[in-house]
């Protein structure tokens, strides 16, 4: 058992020691410190240990500690045995996409063709982290795509546009994919090619994404339409779907009455803040000179009226985003 003082930064654990004892379960402990040298240190100490510390660090894998596990996948990825080669594919199948980018890294350093096959699959990931891990492990592998399809992934994967847009028609469906993905300017460029192929194939995908959460995404994909053989008329129907942003009344009110001006910052009226400034300077000056009780006398019609308008203005704003 390692001292808490390890991990509050009052001792650092003697990493040399622990190598020199072979101490495996100890140093699979400390990839849990919030120190970098202390945790780079450990993940290259059990690297260094060969397959003598292969099992135990295949058994630790199990663990739910993002920072354990990725630690776990570098020091495996060092030793390079092919007991570990199943593990990480299964944790190619990982929740954390930063865990299964790590898999796919280290995959592609150890080098066994038994991974080709779900490396190719990990090129269809959600993540493009992931994506790009998996086409670099598979160019390091010397892995050639076979078909258009799988070109298209690997492609996509290695963000070499140009040539996914020399592909065409075949590409439609990976770039379909990519409108899913949680990256804006993944999604932007995926309607772009898109556009630059042009193939009516593209339409629902094109529809989908002009209810995008991001306006550069539908505004991309209101361009892409036309040269996808899709009518202007079917345009706002799909745009009508898209999220819409709507000020809550009772908030905006709530924020000018109890400071004046805030509420027409919730708003996004840029001269709320000089009304908030105002009334700052007019409260300071009637607190001098006509006391505290005169002065919210005076101020409490003003703070009501300005809550009443901010009520009323957010009531007439338009719900569409801009």
């Not at 509050?8 to 990493?15: Q, S, T, V």
């Not at 905006?252 to 908030?276: D, E, R």
């Not at 009334?279 to 300005?306: C, H, R």
């Not at 009531?315 to 985003?321: E, N, R, V």
Request: charge should be positive.
């Amino acid at each position: 058992m390692l001292p808490l003082s390890v991990f509050f930064g009052r001792e650092k654990p003697d990493i040399s020691a622990m190598t020199e004892k072979k101490d495996i379960a100890g140093l699979i402990r400390i990839l849990q410190s919030p120190d970098l040298h202390v945790y780079t240190g450990a993940v290259k100490a059990l690297g260094t240990l060969g397959p003598d510390a292969v099992d135990s660090l295949i058994k630790a894998l199990r663990t739910n500690n993002k920072p354990v596990k990725l630690g776990i996948i570098g020091a495996l990825s060092e030793i390079r045995d092919s007991r570990s080669v199943q593990p990480l594919l299964d944790t190619l199948r990982d929740g954390n996409s930063e865990v299964r980018w790590q898999a796919a890294i280290a995959l592609g350093e150890i080098g066994d063709n038994q991974a080709i096959e779900s490396l190719v699959q990990s090129l269809r990931d959600p993540d493009k982290y992931v994506r790009y891990g998996s086409a670099f492990s598979l160019a390091k592998m010397g892995w050639k795509p076979t078909n258009d399809t799988d070109r298209a992934y690997y492609f996509i994967g290695m963000q070499e546009w140009k040539a996914v847009n020399h592909i065409g028609k075949p590409a439609i469906t990976a770039l379909n994919q990519l409108l899913r993905d949680r990256d804006a300017n993944v999604r932007k460029k995926a309607i772009e090619l898109l556009g630059e192929i042009g193939d009516s194939e593209a339409t629902p995908a094109l529809i989908r994404s002009l209810a995008d959460e991001n306006r550069e995404v539908r505004w991309n994909a209101v361009m892409a339409s036309p040269k996808c053989g899709i009518s202007l008329m079917y345009l706002p129907r799909g745009l009508a779907k898209r999220p819409q942003t709507v000020k809550n009344p009772m908030i905006a009110g709530f924020l000018n009455f109890i400071l004046p001006g805030l509420g027409y910052g919730y708003l996004g009226k840029w001269w709320g803040i000089l009304i908030f400034q105002v009334d700052i300077t007019a409260t300071v000056w009637l607190f001098k000179y006509q006391g505290e009780e005169n002065s919210y006398l005076l101020l409490f019609p003003i703070y009501l009226i300005l809550a009443i308008h901010a009520y009323y203005l957010s009531i007439k704003m338009p719900k569409d985003p801009p």
